[in-house]
């Protein structure tokens, strides 16, 4: 009798074991989480690269922004905005600084506005930020002219200063989100440079 019981225990166990290892997903984990997949799924490796189309667009505006200086400036924003790529203050100040470094003008008012209020955890660089919009303003920007002379203006009294950065954080912010527009779109599986529709021409 007590043969039977052991046996009938072990059956149980093993039948157990055995669904548990025929689950029909597998729980994998990487850099963007854990989620369970089909067990028939191709064996997932870690170290290869995503193929998501997200994934894919991304990569091709990075090589397309290492040649081209606007693509670079909507590389930047898309880091800050989290659209397209995960929301990175870091790359979102340094590729819009390469593509200031190259001399897109666009860029350069961004960055100085950029060190002007702050991003996040980096406080605002009033020097920095003087510099960047004194060059812009210097080639005509009219955005860089207007926060050129505010800034100069505040920084005569940094008390004045402190609070007039507070004032406009949340315009600046509104900027980063919504009033500088890319240059570049996706489209036919490429990027392609920003053209505005505006309807037929007759």
């Known amino acids: 009798m007590k043969k ?3 046996c009938l225990l072990l059956i149980l166990l093993s039948s157990a074991v055995l669904a548990q290892t025929q689950s ?3 729980r994998i984990c990487d850099d963007r989480g854990c989620e369970e997949r089909p067990r028939d799924a ?3 490796n870690p170290n290869a690269p995503g193929d998501s189309a997200a994934e894919q667009q991304a990569a091709k505006l990075i090589a397309l922004a290492e040649k081209d200086p606007r693509a670079a400036y909507d590389l930047g924003l898309r880091y800050f905005r989290g659209d397209g790529v995960r929301q990175d203050s870091y790359q979102a100040l340094k590729w819009m600084r390469d593509a200031a470094e190259r001399g897109y003008l666009k860029a350069q008012t961004a960055v100085g506005r950029l060190y002007l209020m702050g991003l996040e955890e980096m406080g605002s660089d009033p020097a920095e930020a003087e510099k960047w919009l004194s060059i812009a303003a210097g080639r005509g920007d009219k955005e860089a002219k207007t926060l050129l002379a505010q800034a100069t203006k505040a920084k005569q009294n940094e008390v004045a200063y402190r609070r007039w950065v507070d004032s406009q954080k ?3 912010n509104s900027y980063w989100m919504d009033r500088y ?3 570049w779109q996706w489209r036919n599986g490429g990027w392609y440079e920003y053209r505005p ?3 037929p021409r007759y």
């Open 197 to 199: 529709y505006y309807g």
């Open 181 to 183: 527009q890319y240059e």
């Open 4 to 6: 039977h019981a052991v």
């Open 24 to 26: 029909p997903t597998v």
């Open 170 to 172: 949340a315009i600046w």
């Open 42 to 44: 191709v064996t997932f």
